[in-house]
């Protein structure tokens, strides 16, 4: 019983002693240093941290819904394909009604290597985009520079001002800025609330 408990205490000292542990990343899967709680500060289990950067990449946790309905325009096709011009390409697919669905069709326009596709209902939807001629709200759009991005997102950490890109992430998405010399290029991003 006394090795036991010795032994109980030698584990539990290693543990608090530890100065820095390792966390995986559920995004990326590699191990990244972070380091320990200390003992005698208090930690409210509640909060945590919505932003942080890793690889160039600043995230950020979507509190607000952005991702949810990001564009400046609705997804309707005829929209779209005007914005784009007479070159966009509308490819639809359309599904039957089901037991455990109802019938709706997946609509997919592409213009060049800009792509959005979308179902016709909310809550689904994906794209790619290289052009401004397809804004995303807070006046988000290809072309526009780092430090506007960052104001029109109300981010005001040193840290972002070095990121090359920037995913704004939920349970359900994420949508990813990719800025070149500090101007953005891309838009990527995906949304596909649960059922």
């Not at 200390?38 to 409210?44: A, I, K, Q």
């Not at 994906?126 to 804004?135: H, M, R, S, V």
């Not at 349970?171 to 800025?177: A, C, H, K, L």
């Amino acid at each position: 019983m006394k090795k036991t408990v010795f032994y109980l205490a030698i584990v539990l000292t290693s543990c608090i002693s530890k100065t820095e542990t390792n966390k995986i990343s559920p995004k990326t899967g590699e191990e990244s240093p972070i380091p320990a709680m200390e003992t005698n500060s208090p930690v409210d289990p509640i909060l945590k941290e919505k932003t942080h950067i890793q690889n160039d990449v600043y995230e950020i946790e979507d509190m607000d819904g952005l991702i949810y309905d990001p564009y400046d325009f609705p997804l309707e096709e005829e929209v779209i394909k005007a914005l784009l011009g007479g070159t966009a390409v509308i490819k639809k697919q359309y599904f039957a009604e089901r037991e455990y669905a109802n019938a709706y069709t997946y609509i997919k326009i592409t213009q060049g290597e800009n792509e959005i596709s979308f179902y016709d209902y909310r809550g689904k939807h994906e794209a790619k985009i290289f052009t401004p001629k397809l804004p995303l709200l807070n006046g988000i759009g290809i072309g526009m520079h780092k430090t506007d991005f960052l104001g029109s997102l109300e981010i005001d950490d040193e840290n972002a001002k070095t990121a090359k890109t920037f995913s704004l992430w939920d349970e359900y998405g994420e949508f990813s800025f990719y800025f070149r010399k500090d101007t953005l290029y891309l838009i990527k991003g995906y949304y596909e609330e649960g059922d």
